[in-house]
């Protein structure tokens, strides 16, 4: 069974410092990782997946395999990142394409 | 494209009760998966269609069920309704039935269980 870790609810930050998301996944076969955003009073968006290896909006992410970790960076945060942020895992070996989401981490960027 | 779009926004049942909630995906979109999402927590699985063929299943009672229809849209069934069903149902397409290919998210249906 896959599961995913996001130690942290609540995170607040001032504008301008680096922000950082934590997530820690638990799977033993090859997982597709993704963060998806959810602002306020809008839908559950994909922000990144791993693959892609791309940074959106500022923030990257990378696959730590060693660590089974896939933390959420950006160098300086914006009022406008505000929002809900989930780390999600997918399992290539099952059928199908199920999303295991973490709880969640609220992120709060202060002017 | 409006998107995913998902009927009712807001519901209001009492125990016992039957729900059926709907979900029409994005244009060229075949695969429509269902999830779960109590306050405070992230989206749990439910159900994922595939060219109306179920895909996957979460750990979710015999009271779930759904569907796919030619078009592609969706329904999901509860029965028997208890307040703990009281929660978020998000309705997510893609093209394929893979994650790497990207769901979108739908609003959502708020069910709350009385």
């Known amino acids: 069974a896959q599961r995913v870790t996001q130690p942290e609810k609540l995170l607040s930050v001032f504008k301008g410092a680096p922000v950082e998301l934590k997530c820690n996944y638990s799977?033993?076969?090859?997982?597709?990782l993704f963060w998806y955003v959810q602002y306020s009073r809008q839908r559950l968006q994909l922000l990144l997946r791993?693959?892609s290896r791309e940074s959106i909006k500022g923030f990257t992410a990378d696959l730590n395999k060693g660590e089974t970790s896939f933390h959420l960076k950006k160098p300086f945060a914006q009022e406008e990142d505000s929002a809900m942020y989930y780390c999600?895992?997918?399992?290539?070996?099952?059928?199908?394409?199920?999303?295991?989401f973490g709880e969640g981490t609220q992120l709060t960027v202060n002017p | 494209d409006a998107g995913v779009t998902q009927s009712p926004t807001h519901l209001i049942k009492t125990r016992g009760q039957h729900v059926t909630l709907r979900c029409s995906p994005i244009?060229?979109?075949?695969?429509v998966s269902w999830y779960q999402q109590v306050l405070g927590q992230g989206p749990q699985f439910i159900f994922q269609?595939?060219?109306?063929?179920?895909?996957g299943r979460g750990n979710f009672p015999d009271r779930f069920s759904a569907r796919q229809f030619p078009n592609y849209s969706s329904e999901l069934n509860v029965n028997a309704l208890l307040l703990g069903d009281s929660a978020l149902y998000l309705c997510a397409s893609s093209i394929l039935d893979r994650a790497l290919s990207g769901y979108t998210f739908g609003s959502g249906t708020r069910l709350t269980v009385v």
């Open positions: 244009s060229g979109h075949k695969s």
């Open positions: 269609y595939y060219e109306k063929e179920e895909r």
């Open positions: 791993h693959i």
């Open positions: 999600a895992l997918s399992a290539q070996e099952t059928s199908g394409s199920r999303l295991t």
């Open positions: 799977y033993s076969g090859s997982p597709e």
